[in-house]
């Protein structure tokens, strides 16, 4: 099953609104990584984390890796209709295998 | 557009059947990995090949089962389907084992009836 905790479960916002979503686990993580994924399609990676603190930018998008490297969050600045999707979190611990969480559900308002 | 390809799109197959997925990595990956994505959740890991060898395996049974070849495309085969295993079937492939970006193809979606 899931290792991963992720939340909220789904989000409905308006357009332009700011948006937050995070990550835990009760284990120690290596890297973190955040998908998107569109219905009918495979997930689309956003940001990849590799050191506990880092802040990484990827256009409106920000992703931090916890420094207890148990958590991570995404933050998406001023909404648009096309961030509609699931957002996944993925961590990677040993061999290339990555756990991901169940994901948080991303509806918008324009 | 991640350069991994997965076919066919979608699958109709009965229970007991067999079935055969293929995935095309992305240009200069030689690893790749096998996800199931059930309806409502995040991927869970079948198993990963490196340079044509299993190379990990998560909770799966002997049933599901793969090949990678030399030119580092990649099948997964499910044995004797169950019900259960229906979801959406996707392939990743990163550029080497100890690289863990991974890129994933559209999908593979199965049903069994």
Not at chain 2, 20 to 45: K, M
Not at chain 2, 66 to 91: I, K, R, T, W
């Amino acid at each position: 099953g899931q290792q991963l905790n992720q939340s909220p479960q789904s989000m409905f916002i308006q357009e332009g609104e700011d948006v937050s979503m995070n990550c835990t686990s009760s284990s120690i993580f290596n890297t973190w990584l955040w998908y998107k994924q569109e219905p009918g399609e495979g997930p689309v990676l956003l940001i990849a984390l590799y050191k506990a603190g880092e802040l990484t930018s990827n256009g409106r998008l920000t992703a931090q890796f916890g420094i207890t490297r148990k958590d991570s969050f995404l933050n998406i600045s001023a909404s648009i209709p096309s961030d509609v999707g699931i957002y996944f979190c993925a961590g990677h611990r040993e061999g290339n295998k990555l756990v991901f969480g169940a994901g948080t559900i991303l509806r918008v308002k324009s | 557009e991640t350069g991994v390809t997965q076919s066919p799109t979608h699958l109709i197959k009965t229970r007991g059947q067999q079935v055969t997925l293929r995935c095309s990595s992305q240009s200069g990956h030689n690893t790749v990995s096998w996800y199931q994505q059930a309806l409502g959740q995040g991927p869970q890991f079948i198993f990963q090949y490196y340079r044509e060898e299993e190379n990990g395996r998560g909770n799966f049974p002997p049933r599901f089962s793969g090949l990678q070849f030399p030119n580092y495309s990649s099948e997964l085969n499910v044995n004797a389907l169950e019900l259960d295993d229906s979801a959406l079937y996707l392939c990743a492939s990163s550029l080497d084992w100890g690289n863990t970006e991974a890129f994933f193809g559209q999908g593979t979606r199965l049903t069994v009836v």
